[in-house]
């Protein structure tokens, strides 16, 4: 007789993308290729492509909250991962739904610039996101041109000017901050992450790859997925972990993205490369 096996229940709560390279279908990509049980709640209806966005529509607030209330209502949810949010009520939705039943992990991932350097959300949704959603997040993951957007300065263009940056998103209140150096000129893509004990620099050898799609949604569905599977009573060094396995399993999709021929633009990393 078969048994049921117990494995970690996941939820994105992004933008679509149809060309299933970021947003909500490269989420649950990730979340399911790192052994969870990825759900959705969908935040806007993006027309999209690998070459830029050419429309957002934002999914009405009530919406979204009767997604999250019917789905929370019925599964467990061990992490969470925000995306795209257009909107200040739409994060106060998110807020109280995910407040009243909290899941161990939120990670957020502040997407407000795409990687066409498209700017996807307005100024009252970009001060809903540092103010209502950052405190409420265990994880947040800015790149550099997110991170500019948050403090309403200029994007650093060095990793002194990174590390200059980074007391100001700490003090947005979540306890660990991933900030993505992918947007650094040189051979490497340094990370600069910041913990309850101190901050440490997660450096990687970049990949020659045109193939960007959807890298920071990936970063942060894996870490989504690594905390996910982490025992009730993970110490910090365990979350440091999880955040530094995510970042060389991103780091592997990236170079085995070369496998992939999607669309005319810049391509989606490979998500399942352990799988084919």
């Given amino acids: 007789m078969s048994h049921a096996v117990s494995i970690p229940h996941t939820l994105t709560i992004a933008g679509s993308d149809p060309s299933g ?23 806007a ?3 999209q492509n690998t070459c830029g966005v050419r429309e957002v529509h934002p999914v009405a607030a009530e919406s979204i909250r ?12 061990d992490a969470v991962k925000i995306g795209m949010v257009a909107s200040r009520e739409v994060a106060e939705t998110l807020r109280e739904a995910l407040e009243a039943r909290r899941p161990r992990w939120i990670v957020l ?4 610039v795409a990687k066409s350097g498209d700017i996807l959300v307005d100024e009252a949704g970009i001060s809903a996101v540092r ?6 997040a265990d994880v947040i993951t800015p790149n550099l041109p997110e991170a500019a957007v948050l403090l309403g300065v200029e994007p650093p263009t060095s990793a002194d000017a990174m590390e ?3 007391p100001a998103l700490k003090q947005l209140s979540a306890p660990y901050v991933l900030l993505k150096g992918g947007h650094l000129d040189g051979d490497s893509c340094p990370d600069l992450l910041a913990s309850p004990g101190g901050d440490r620099w997660l450096p990687a050898p970049r990949i020659d790859t045109q193939n960007l799609h959807g ?34 399993w991103l ?9 992939l021929s999607v669309g005319q633009g810049r391509g989606p990393v490979h998500h399942f490369h352990a799988w084919w």
């Fill in 21 to 43: 390279g970021a947003g909500l279908q490269g989420d649950l990509k990730t979340l399911s290729a790192l052994g969870t049980y990825a759900t959705n709640v969908i935040t």
């Fill in 215 to 248: 890298t920071g949604c990936a970063l942060s569905s894996a870490i989504a997925a690594k905390l996910a599977h982490l025992p009730q009573d993970a110490d910090e060094a365990q979350v440091i972990d999880a955040i530094g396995d995510a970042k060389r």
């Fill in 251 to 259: 780091h592997q999709a990236l170079d085995a993205s070369r496998r």
């Fill in 109 to 112: 991932d502040p997407v407000m």
């Fill in 164 to 166: 200059a940056m980074l």
């Fill in 45 to 47: 209806v993006i027309a």
């Fill in 66 to 77: 009767v997604q999250l209330d019917h789905l929370l209502d019925d599964v467990p949810i």
């Fill in 131 to 136: 103010d209502v959603l950052v405190p409420l």
